[in-house]
């Protein structure tokens, strides 16, 4: 592979996004509807191809935070705007059921009513014919939700032809080396970065920076000698099933604990299943390792938790003895140390990190992302790059 003898400066503009999954993508929109110059750069080779695809594919509209009832309010204002801008994205042909598990659950039925009743969530008991699918000496109760699915494919599409509109330079395939300090004529920050195709090396002038790889946060942050944040990363595994007739048309989650969900995929046609136990095959704190998060997720084995989630799931929904596993998908995930005390889902946006010009953004769920909005209001009326 050839490179050049140095890198070049490619050119400057208003603002840098590192990340083509969804909350890069969005971001680097949001900032050239401000009227911002922005480049956005992603490693793989299409947008929302990592951790953007590979999950559950859940548009949350609150059910699933007991624990937190700030999350679940922000799911139900989230959710209202996500649907409202990417309708076309997203699957609400089918129906969404939330079971409370007799056992292990952190809450009851009623407690579960209670909660959706405080954030404003629809809930109703489920018929009949929902309700005896599931074991009742292992289920409590069975309640009709509403949720929905995104298809990640018809986002994707969106996302670029949204971008090519709005003339955001994106460039796949090229991947981030550093973050470095800028010059007084260029920017505040430069971003080294390399083209994987050709090796060349390139150099972006900003004077914003937003570090947005999810679980690569800390890759990205140890290359440029920052220290990185404290994140727990997962190596986790989505599998894909076909459901029978029953189940076609439906979702299922039981909570809340160590239970599982099974929800329509709507990019294939199959459900996803996950287990709060079982989707987890590795974990580890990303601060105290040396080792590159990518590095790691390439060498760890990919054997398949499928039996253990399916074994479980039969417990409270007999009838997940007859999915038939297609595929899975392994991935990692970032999560921020309260999450793991109280559930919640907060959005990381973490200015100036480690340099003046560099900003970290992680978020928790898709919808998350609209809690970006307020902070890059505060962000750039303080540079005085507003609308």
């Excluded at 670029?160 to 509109?165: D, F, G, H, I, Y």
Aim: aromatic content about 8%.
């Amino acid at each position: 592979m050839q490179r050049d003898s140095a890198p070049r400066t490619a050119h400057t503009v208003d603002a840098l996004v590192v990340g083509g999954g969804f909350f890069g993508a969005w971001l680097a929109l949001d900032l050239a509807r401000r009227g911002l110059s922005v480049v956005l750069l992603e490693r793989e080779r299409e947008l929302l191809q990592r951790a953007s695809l590979k999950n559950q594919a859940r548009v949350h509209n609150g059910y699933h935070y007991p624990r937190s009832i700030l999350t679940g309010l922000r799911s139900r204002v989230n959710s209202e705007r996500f649907l409202n801008e990417f309708e076309d994205c997203v699957d609400q042909s089918f129906s969404m059921y939330y079971a409370v598990a007799r056992r292990l659950s952190n809450v009851t039925a009623a407690q579960f009513k209670q909660f959706c009743a405080r954030i404003g969530a629809p809930l109703a008991p489920a018929p009949r014919a929902i309700r005896d699918l599931f074991d009742p000496a292992a289920v409590e109760d069975v309640f009709t939700a509403e949720e929905w699915a995104f298809d990640a494919v018809k986002l994707a599409a969106r996302l670029r032809s949204a971008l090519a509109r709005e003339r955001v330079d994106v460039r796949t395939g090229c991947e981030a080396l550093a973050f470095e300090p800028g010059t007084a004529q260029a920017g505040r920050i430069a971003t080294r970065a390399r083209v994987l195709s050709t090796g060349e090396e390139l150099i972006f002038a900003s004077e914003h920076a937003f570090n947005c790889t999810y679980a690569s946060l800390n890759d990205v942050l140890a290359r440029s000698g920052i220290e990185k944040l404290a994140l727990k990363i997962e190596h986790t595994e989505i599998v894909l099933v076909d459901v029978p007739e029953p189940l076609k048309n439906v979702g299922v989650t039981v909570m809340c604990g160590p239970f599982f969900s099974v929800m329509p995929f709507p990019s294939n046609g199959l459900h996803t299943l996950s287990h709060v136990r079982y989707t987890p095959h590795a974990a580890w704190q990303d601060r105290e390792s040396d080792e590159a998060n990518q590095a790691r997720f390439e060498r760890l084995p990919r054997r398949s938790n499928a039996a253990f989630m399916l074994k479980d799931a039969e417990r409270y929904l007999p009838l997940a003895s007859k999915f038939e596993v297609r595929d899975s998908f392994f991935e990692l995930k970032a999560v921020l140390p309260q999450s793991e005390a109280d559930d919640s889902r907060p959005i990381l946006f973490k200015r100036d990190a480690g340099l003046a010009g560099l900003n970290c953004v992680l978020g928790g769920k898709i919808d998350n992302v609209y809690d970006m909005s307020r902070e890059l209001d505060s962000l750039l009326a303080v540079r005085g790059l507003t609308r």
